[in-house]
T-cell receptor, first 113, second 114 residues
Framework: NAGVTQTPKFQVLKTGQSMTLQCAQD?????MSWYRQDPGMGLRLIHY???????DQGEVPNGYNVSRSTTEDFPLRLLSAAPSQTSVYFC????????????FGEGSWLTVV | AQKITQTQPGMFVQEKEAVTLDCTYD???????LFWYKQPSSGEMIFLIY????DEQNATEGRYSLNFQKARKSANLVISASQLGDSAMYFC???????????WGAGTKLIIKP
């Protein structure tokens, strides 16, 4: 049981490049979400999904796309990276959108230069 | 307006003492949940404790307890008998059941002194 797996753990991008952060969970969780954490701040919700084929925007969705073609996978795409997207990204999942326990991936450190 | 407020940016506590980390929240929902997470220097987010708005008893998980005062909209985390390994950032978060989005406070950096 791997839990929530995020890749890559570290990435450096040039401004304007695109990339995808991968997130997979093997717990059959319906609810998955992506957050970013900037220095000295709590997490902010980017996008979330309540099940395969269903996604919605969170607090800071601009510059990011998501898709949920399977229950297990929830990739986050940066369309044209900007220095303001330098952050730590966390993927999270829970059994339902009211789950009392939310599992987090280990985080992905992204630097845009 | 801030929905989750953690008023203590940093705290120093002597090992073996109890520590209370403050969290106040703002919501008009009747149904919501409150979470506490620990983030050590390695960066991962570790779930500590959960309190539902309709739970009448304060949640407890080992050395962690949540002092839930609904009328004051307060959900303080209490760590009993602190240990050096408790040194970390601690985040309070709220999920309003009207939109299921988790809203986070800015965190409190806790340092346990030997």
């Amino acid at each position: 049981n791997a839990g929530v797996t995020q890749t890559p753990k570290f990435q450096v991008l040039k401004t304007g490049q695109s990339m995808t952060l991968q997130c997979a969970q093997d717990m059959n969780h319906e609810y998955m979400s992506w957050y970013r954490q900037d220095p000295g701040m709590g997490l902010r919700l980017i996008h979330y999904s309540v099940g395969a084929g269903i996604t919605d925007q969170g607090e800071v969705p601009n510059g990011y796309n998501v898709s949920r073609s399977t229950t297990e996978d929830f990739p986050l795409r940066l369309l044209s990276a900007a220095p303001s997207q330098t952050s730590v990204y966390f993927c999270a999942s829970s059994y339902t959108n009211t789950g009392n326990t939310i599992y987090f991936g280990e985080g992905s450190w992204l630097t845009v230069v | 307006a801030q929905k989750i407020t953690q008023t203590q940016p940093g705290m120093f506590v002597q090992e073996k003492e109890a520590v209370t980390l403050d969290c106040t929240y703002d919501t008009s929902d009747q149904s919501y949940g409150l979470f506490w997470y620990k983030q050590p220097s390695s960066g991962e987010m570790i779930f500590l404790i959960y309190q539902g708005s309709y739970d009448e008893q304060n949640a407890t998980e080992g050395r962690y307890s949540l002092n839930f005062q609904k009328a004051r909209k307060s959900a303080n985390l209490v760590i009993s008998a602190s240990q050096l390994g408790d040194s970390a950032m601690y985040f309070c978060a709220m999920r309003e059941d009207s939109n299921y989005q988790l809203i986070w406070g800015a965190g409190t950096k806790l340092i346990i002194k030997p």
